[in-house]
């Protein structure tokens, strides 16, 4: 199959943009026809391998006939037969793909980088189907992948968040020119993550830690000339609220920064990914004896020799999973008193690590050096059970905080944090700045509402040409503050159809600035009449202009509108008001609906949907 398409490629821009999606899994496909295990699945590859390479075949004689074509009567017909050859060369690759995955799940967890790239090449093949095939465009695309137990948060160049994609949970999705997709791979018993999108999109990446492990990342660039180019890192630890931000994603190059617990950023860049393999001649664990408390949470680290060798992926067993237990990133459990070991591997390389588990939580101790200053809640010790810690900050009369130092560092830091996998004992100093203003025994500390539990009435108005005002409500622990005495409210774009937002500015005895948002959505529409024509239907709806951009009509063989039976389809147009839909089942009964949309600085927002109309099709 890769031969004819590489003949094809060649000669048309579209096989091009095709096969650029296929060269990622050749290798490895390559590989498993060797396979000794399996063999109905290897022979469900090679039977697929022939019938794309038929495939390829047919569609570049469809191309030659289309090129010979152009300018006479026949162009539309043979147009239309070079799109369906294309098209059945897609899909031939996709369902390879689904094939090696299926085979990949009967292998060990050593394939699970391998099952990964499989996945990624499906993601990203339905990109290109969406591109090529329903919008007839080719565009440039960057592909970022990530493993790890972290959520993935999508900006656009304002900071507005456009998306996220949750670990733990399998989704995909296109919004808005985004293409998502979270999958599960069941050798690293971990969720890949993967979003791609147009190259002139000028987003920023936020990669959210929510558990201790190592994150992998790659972001790839495929342009419209099937050129492709990646940069990636890997093995880089994550804890919970751990942020990896990639704001500098170009075809260059990518730069990342990192911010741990305590708010210390690093700066770095990618690396990017050669050609050819080198192999590894050893490896080597950061520690061969490990003793933890029950509860407690390690990471292991394995070293690579040479440091830049191709495969940095290993298998991580334990021999007594009831006493440790040991994840698909080296993370090491804690789980009741014992000894076990902990076996990494990659092929024939080993290392061990022996661990002992303590039958009690050791209990470290906290002192503290408030320097005249006073604080409630902070604890005095705390065990592996108790973590994580963030301190509360202390006051004094007349002096501002300027931060906690210590086993912190020697630099004050406002927030502190005692994260998971701690050991040994903390001390912590109160570091003040004195206020210029203060006059001697006046109490000048003032609370702030950043962290005031504030809620609005309503998050969500129909538009009307008024501008909306949520009451608010503002809870400093159990005390409701009150309007006007103990702050403020300012409303912001709070009339047009869009992001909407009151700011909470403190006031009196309470300082400092929280904002929340809500939006305002268009007014919606109904449908008028649905008529049953041949193998389709024709719906029509009434005229909404204001402050429209258009509609969006979506119709379903299920009156739940699951998403594997529904069908949507885009008006552009407020002055439009039918549209006929064709190509579906005969004699079939479809639920159809509708709502309206404004685009507002490249967001849509939706009204709410038109109640449902049912229609029958005609023969």
């Not at 292998?107 to 290109?128: C, D, H, P, Q």
């Not at 000048?444 to 309503?458: E, M």
């Not at 063989?557 to 885009?570: E, L, N, P, R």
């Amino acid at each position: 199959m890769d031969l004819a398409l590489q003949a094809a490629s060649e000669k048309s821009l579209i096989f091009t943009i095709i096969k650029a999606g296929f060269d990622w899994g050749v290798i490895l496909s390559n590989t498993f026809f060797k396979v000794g295990t399996a063999q109905e699945l290897k022979d469900s590859l090679r039977t697929q391998a022939f019938l794309a390479n038929t495939l390829g075949r047919w569609a570049l004689s469809k191309e030659t006939e289309y090129l010979s074509a152009i300018g006479t009567a026949d162009e539309a017909l043979k147009a239309k037969e070079l799109y369906y050859s294309l098209y059945m060369v897609w899909e031939s690759r996709k369902c390879a793909e689904e094939t090696l995955q299926s085979l990949l799940k009967t292998t060990g967890g050593e394939w699970s980088a391998n099952y990964s790239v499989s996945t990624r090449i499906s993601s990203t093949l339905k990109s290109f189907q969406k591109n090529i095939f329903s919008e007839g465009k080719m565009v440039d695309l960057f592909g970022i992948s990530v493993s790890c137990p972290v959520d993935v948060v999508l900006y656009n160049g304002s900071g507005t968040k456009l998306l996220t994609v949750k670990d733990g949970t399998e989704c995909q999705g296109y919004e808005n020119g985004i293409y998502y997709y979270c999958l599960y791979n069941p050798l690293s018993d971990d969720y890949d993550k993967y979003i791609y999108y147009s190259e002139d999109a000028g987003y920023k990446v936020k990669i959210i830690g929510n558990d201790l492990g190592l994150a992998d990342c790659s972001v790839s660039r495929v342009t419209d000339q099937g050129t492709i180019s990646e940069f990636y890192f890997e093995n880089r630890k994550v804890e919970n609220g751990t942020v990896i931000t990639l704001d500098g994603i170009s075809q260059k190059g990518v730069n990342y920064k990192v911010t741990d617990l305590n708010g210390n950023e690093t700066s770095h860049s990618m690396d990017s990914r050669k050609a050819g393999k080198i192999s590894t001649l050893s490896i080597a664990l950061n520690t061969s004896l490990l003793e933890l408390a029950v509860g407690e949470k390690r990471l292991l680290t394995v070293s690579f020799a040479p440091a830049n060798a191709t495969n940095q992926k290993v298998v991580w067993n334990s021999d007594n999973g009831a006493v440790a237990s040991v994840n698909s990133d080296g993370v090491i459990t804690a789980r009741k008193a014992g000894t076990a070991v902990v076996t990494v591997s990659q092929g024939d390389l080993k290392q061990t690590c022996t661990i002992t588990v303590k039958g009690q939580s050791t209990e470290y101790k906290i002192d503290y050096n408030l320097n005249g200053g006073n604080v409630s809640g902070n604890p005095t010790s705390y065990t592996a059970d108790t973590l994580p810690i963030t301190l509360k900050n202390p006051t004094r009369n007349g002096y501002a905080f300027t931060g906690w130092t210590g086993s912190n560092g020697s630099t004050p830091q406002k927030t502190v944090t005692i994260s998971k996998g701690s050991t040994g004992n903390k001390s912590y100093a109160a570091n003040w700045s004195k206020n210029q203003s203060a006059e001697p025994g006046m109490k000048t500390t003032k609370t702030s509402i950043k962290s005031a539990k504030v809620s609005l009435k309503k998050t969500s108005y129909v538009y009307d040409g008024k501008k909306k005002q949520p009451s608010v409500t503002v809870k400093v622990g159990s005390r409701k503050l009150k309007k006007g005495t103990d702050y403020k409210v300012t409303y912001r774009n709070n009339k047009k159809v869009g992001a909407a937002s009151v700011v909470i500015s403190g006031k009196g005895k309470y300082t400092g600035k929280v904002t929340k948002k809500f939006k305002i959505v268009p007014k919606g529409t109904s449908v008028s009449k649905v008529t049953g024509k041949s193998r389709g239907f024709q719906v029509t709806w009434k005229k909404q202009k204001a402050s429209t951009t258009g509609y969006q009509i979506q119709y379903s063989t299920s009156k739940k509108f699951t998403k594997k039976t529904t069908k949507v389809k885009a008006v552009k147009k407020t002055s439009t008001t039918k549209l006929t839909v064709r190509k579906l089942k005969a004699k079939k009964k479809y639920y159809v609906r509708i709502r309206t949309y404004k685009t507002v600085k490249g967001r849509k927002y939706y009204s709410g949907w038109s109640k449902t109309r049912t229609v029958r099709t005609g023969k």
